[in-house]
């Protein structure tokens, strides 16, 4: 059976507060989040799934579910967990989904008065890693605070470190422990709620792993979440391992249209003995690049990057953030605010000839406008040294069906281009992708549906999906596309 991880169930079913009893925190931090978890056959033959959930900590015996039927290729489907029988009111864990054939997941997070619904990939076994980087750590800063879920990928138990590094700084600020946490189980660290960490607090996190009691380096994967403090602000994003001299941001912004939408990404050199400097390439098509830095980090340490610190109001693009000196490497997570959106996104280290996206849809206008229903933006980008070409996305709905591929040509080394639903010409007579059923209205009653990015050759792309509200329930939040083996 193939594998597929989940770092952080994160509060599903919950009707209890994720942060401690008594917690002066409101808005969402605090709020009691739901989940879904979306997930994409990305295989040949239809595939049989079937999930374990466990506490957090792993205490009590796991839950087991199977969905009835396969799911066919290229398909997309979702299981809301709080309707899994034997998983109650204030469940906390993790989770594991294995299938016999290759299987990728988005896991969508939701809760009552909050429009923004946090968005963060499934892991496969390949990513657990001894060493895990989480770009930004907020308690109090920014009017935003954050926990995260660490999750043991080893078939027996792990001890668990976790180093807080103030922002610029290369000695850990605060350092916390999770000892004999059991196989599949997920320990969460909330900054909000560590008092060893001062108010405010604006930094990092190195997550390390050893099999329990012992020396030997253990893998773990993780998910973040990085909720607001005095309003409904909600965004998520995967810890990780992957670093390297350049990342690739396929989403650059500075004040773009009447929405004001803006960038900044979190920067964190990923050594923990060697110092960094690096410059961030911002690429506008048809425009001159536009270059910010050279900035230096301590090992350890990270840097945020404005959008508008360079970009003239009123740009879109991507960007490269490059190694300029130094032997340390990068990590770097792109938020975008604006219009509703509070949005994070991974940056790219590698890329793909093929990327899937679980969850895509596209509301018509009168669902949309109101905030009852999304739709989805694709933003995909060329992070290889040469150009890819024959650029296409094909969008195929719950059953298989690939109902449009939207040709997208060449994009050039570092350059992006756009998709959409709508402009592929993949929606229904409702106007929709990705909903089924309803009335007149054409509210839908049930769901799934994604894209899968193709390129010919050895093409490297990346790509984020930006879930988007329209302007009754303004909100938006992104997701990373996910590399698949060919």
């Keep these: 059976m193939k594998g597929k991880l989940f770092g952080a169930i994160a509060a599903a079913a919950l009707l209890g507060s994720i942060v401690p009893t008594g917690s002066a925190q409101a808005a969402a931090y605090g709020t009691n989040f739901q989940v879904s978890i979306t997930y994409q056959n990305v295989g040949s033959a239809p595939a049989t799934v079937s999930f374990d959930f466990f506490n957090e900590g792993g205490s009590g015996a796991p839950v087991s579910f199977t969905p009835t039927g396969t799911l066919a290729p290229g398909a997309s489907t979702s299981l809301a967990v709080g309707s899994v029988t034997g998983i109650g009111a204030g469940f906390k864990g993790s989770a594991v989904l294995s299938a016999d054939q290759p299987v990728v997941a988005t896991i969508v997070q939701f809760a009552n008065g909050i429009a923004t619904r946090p968005l963060s990939n499934g892991f496969s076994s390949a990513d657990g890693s001894a060493q895990q980087l989480v770009a930004t750590v907020l308690k109090n800063r920014f009017n935003y605070s954050t926990y995260f879920s660490v999750q043991n990928v080893e ?215 109101s905030g009852a229903r999304q739709r989805a933006f694709i933003a995909i980008q060329n992070i290889g040294s040469s150009d890819a070409t024959n650029v296409r996305v094909q969008y195929i709905d719950r059953n298989g069906t690939v109902l449009a591929t939207q040709n997208l040509g060449t994009i050039a080394p570092g350059a992006k281009k756009n998709s959409d639903a709508n402009s592929a010409g993949a929606l229904d007579a409702c106007g929709r992708f990705g909903e089924y059923g309803g009335g007149a209205n054409c509210l839908g009653t049930a769901f799934g549906g994604g894209a899968i990015v193709l390129a010919d050759g050895n093409a490297q792309l990346t790509a984020v999906a930006r879930i988007q509200n329209g302007t009754g329930a303004p909100a938006g939040e992104d997701f990373n596309g996910i590399a698949v083996g060919q």
């Design 155 to 369: 078939a027996q138990a792990v001890d668990v470190t976790v180093k807080f590094f103030a922002a610029g700084q290369s000695t850990p600020t605060y350092t916390a422990t999770a000892n004999n946490l059991p196989a599949n189980a997920a320990k969460y660290f909330d900054a909000g709620a560590i008092a060893q960490l001062p108010s405010p607090f604006d930094g990092s996190a190195v997550v390390e792993a050893k099999l329990a009691g012992t020396s030997t380096a253990a893998k773990t994967v993780i998910t973040v979440n990085e909720l607001q403090t005095n309003g409904n602000g909600a965004k998520s994003f995967e810890g990780t391992s992957k670093n390297g001299a350049t990342v690739y941001m396929a989403s650059a912004l500075c004040k773009f249209t009447a929405a004001q939408y803006t960038h900044a990404y979190a920067v964190q050199n990923a050594s923990s003995t060697d110092s960094v400097s690096f410059k961030v390439t911002y690429k506008r098509t048809g425009q001159p690049d536009i270059v910010d830095g050279p900035f230096t980090l301590a090992a350890g340490a990270k840097r945020s990057v404005l959008g508008c610190d360079k970009l003239p109001a009123n740009s879109t693009g991507s960007a490269v953030i490059e190694r300029t000196g130094g032997t340390g490497t990068l990590v770097a997570v792109g938020k975008v605010d604006g219009g509703g959106v509070t949005s994070a996104f991974l940056g790219a280290t590698t890329g793909a000839a093929k990327l899937a996206l679980p969850y895509i849809r596209w509301a018509n206008d009168t669902n949309y406008n």
